[in-house]
């Protein structure tokens, strides 16, 4: 038996899987190889063909989006520590948003903030 070395749990080594040097479980392993890409012409297009009248977020998605209408643009961690999520969920739940071209990354003062795609910023 050994271990998954993100998440911990009991793995045998034919449901274990090598990534960078690390020993993942499946699951882990899908979350490091399949996080989606906030640039990706393909999605954005995919999104925009698909997307409804009404536009439809999750709760994560939401909050982020809610967040960054209210204050404007926001650093990572002003976002992560102000919603207690992980560079991790925020990237991921991010990544949507953008594809449905809704909030953007943008440059301000030599920073990397996220702010709505219809700001200046």
Same mark, same amino acid.
């Given at each position: 038996?050994?271990?998954? %070395?993100?998440?911990?749990?009991?793995?045998? $080594?034919?449901?274990? @899987? #090598? =990534? +960078?040097?690390?020993?993942?479980?499946?699951?882990? @392993?899908? #979350? *490091?190889?399949?996080?989606?890409?906030?640039?990706?012409?393909?999605? *954005?297009?995919?999104? &925009? &063909?698909?997307? +409804?009248? %009404? *536009? !439809?977020?999750?709760?994560?998605?939401?909050?982020? /989006? #809610?967040?960054? &209408?209210? !204050?404007? $643009? +926001?650093?990572?961690?002003?976002?992560?520590?102000?919603?207690?999520? +992980?560079? %991790?969920?925020? !990237?991921?739940? /991010?990544?949507?948003? !953008? =594809?449905?071209?809704?909030?953007?990354?943008?440059?301000?003062?030599?920073? *990397?903030? /996220?702010?709505? /795609?219809? #700001?200046?910023?």
């Amino acid at each position: 038996m050994m271990k998954c %070395e993100k998440c911990k749990i009991d793995i045998t $080594p034919d449901d274990s @899987y #090598d =990534h +960078s040097g690390k020993t993942l479980c499946e699951d882990c @392993y899908l #979350d *490091v190889v399949a996080i989606p890409k906030t640039c990706d012409p393909w999605a *954005v297009y995919s999104a &925009k &063909k698909t997307m +409804s009248q %009404e *536009v !439809r977020l999750t709760a994560e998605q939401q909050k982020i /989006f #809610d967040l960054i &209408k209210a !204050r404007g $643009p +926001s650093t990572l961690e002003q976002i992560c520590t102000d919603l207690g999520i +992980s560079e %991790e969920e925020f !990237r991921s739940n /991010f990544a949507t948003l !953008r =594809h449905m071209e809704l909030a953007k990354g943008c440059k301000l003062e030599g920073r *990397v903030c /996220f702010t709505l /795609f219809d #700001d200046e910023g």
